[in-house]
C-alpha cells in the first residue's frame, strides 16, 4: 500500500489543488495521513512518518505538498519501480547534484533515473525502510522550508540511495525565499558543513 502524508498549510489550497489530484491518482487503498500542525513541516512530517511507520503493509509514503497537483495516472506504478531497488531510500519528481543550500535549482539537474543529493521539496516518496529509520530533527526547521532537504541527506549519510523518477507533479506556489526559508537554509548547511 502507498500512503500519502501531506502537510495541510492551506485548507483551501489542499482541496482545490491537491485533494483532486490524489483522487484521480492515489490508488483505492492508499491511506492519507493529513497533518495540519501550524506553521511547521518538520513536526507535520515527524507526525506523519511516525504514523506511516506503524503500517505493516506499507511500500510506500509519499510526502507532498498542499500546492502540488498531481498529473501522472502511473505515478504510484512508476514510485513501485524506482523503489524496487534496495538501495533506494528516497524518489522524488526533480533534483539536483552538487548542491550546497537549500536552493536545489542551482544544482546540476539530475535526469530521471539518476541520483540526486537533493529533491524538489513538492514531492518525495521514502521506502519503507527509510521511514522506519530516518528521523527529522525538530530543532533544525520551525518553518515550511528544510524537512525534504534534511530527508534526503539524512538517507545519503546512512547509505541509501536519492533518486529521481520520472513524475508528472506540478507546484502551483512560486518559490519564496523569506524569512523562514532563509533561516532555514543556514540551518541546514551548518548542520551538514556547507556554511
Known amino acids: 500500500m502507498i500512503a500519502f502524508g501531506i502537510w495541510v498549510e492551506n485548507e483551501a489550497r489542499y482541496q482545490s489543488v491537491l485533494r483532486p489530484s490524489l483522487a484521480l491518482h492515489a490508488e483505492p487503498d492508499s491511506a492519507l495521513l493529513e497533518s495540519v500542525t501550524e506553521g511547521c513541516v518538520f513536526e507535520a512530517y515527524e507526525e506523519i512518518i511516525d504514523a506511516a511507520a506503524t503500517m505493516a503493509d506499507l511500500e510506500a509514503l509519499v510526502l507532498v505538498r498542499d500546492d502540488v497537483e498531481i ?28 548542491v550546497e543550500s537549500l536552493r536545489c535549482w542551482e544544482g546540476e539537474v539530475a535526469a530521471p533515473g539518476e541520483d540526486a543529493h537533493l529533491l524538489d521539496p513538492g514531492l518525495v516518496a521514502l521506502s519503507p525502510g527509510a521511514v522506519r529509520g530516518l528521523r527529522l530533527d525538530r530543532g533544525l526547521g520551525s518553518g515550511p522550508h528544510g524537512a525534504e532537504a534534511e530527508l534526503c541527506w539524512l538517507a545519503r549519510y546512512a547509505g541509501g540511495r536519492v533518486v529521481v523518477a520520472d513524475l508528472d507533479v506540478v507546484r502551483t506556489m512560486p518559490r519564496v525565499e523569506d524569512g523562514h526559508f532563509l533561516r532555514a537554509d543556514v540551518l541546514w548547511r551548518a548542520r551538514w558543513s556547507f556554511a
Open 71 to 98: 498529473r501522472d495516472p502511473e505515478l504510484c506504478r512508476k514510485l513501485r519501480i524506482a523503489l524496487a531497488d534496495p538501495n533506494v531510500a528516497v524518489v522524488g519528481a526533480a533534483g539536483a547534484r552538487h
